[in-house]
């Protein structure tokens, strides 16, 4: 756990998370997860999704982590997870899973040291959840953060703002390739009507084929 390295905190522009969410809908958001957990819901089919994609004990970015949920689980599995966010409350949630490193930050100014990561993993609608016109700015950054032919996996609901043709449009000028899009994290065949998309890309300099928006 590194609670010191805080990187990113200055945002130049509210994200859409904080403009839309108090401290108390954060913590009513960490009380709605632990008693899903406490029912028995399964919380970890993205951790297995990202889970096939990388090798074992691969290093790991949960990019925009909140409580550190699927940070935590890949963790289980036996990988490297470093967490980010930006919301104060979520992260001191993360942090007390002494599995991971977990910094406050910007995903828009994202510089962490190091080497680069295998996996960068956007779950939970982090993507919807950004500053709008900062998207392509934070997959550049997450793109930066990646080895060559590291995976880059997001998920996210359609029905909002950011389309997904943009998302599309947006990772082919971050130098991220997208591979392939699913409608939900079980594999379900992706179609223009789903209400989410699940999406795996690399780094452009893997040699990949770009899909069609």
Known sequence: MSPADDRGIGSSSATRWQSERSADDSRAYIERF????????????????????????????????GTGRVGLELARRGHRVTAVDLDPVLVEAARSHSELTVHLADLAQLDLPGPRFDAVVSAGNVMVFLAPGSERSVLGRIAAHLRP??????????????????????????????????????LRPWHDDADWLVAVARRADDGGVTATP
């Open 149 to 186: 032919g590291g995976v880059f996996v997001a998920g996210f609901t359609t029905g909002a703002a950011y389309r997904p043709s943009q998302f599309v449009a947006d990772l082919a000028a971050a130098g991220l390739v997208l591979e392939q899009r699913f409608a939900t994290w079980d």
């Open 34 to 65: 632990a008693e899903l957990a406490h029912a028995g819901t399964d919380l970890h089919g993205e951790a297995r999704f990202v889970d096939v994609l990388v090798p074992r004990g691969a290093r790991i970015l949960d990019a925009g982590c």
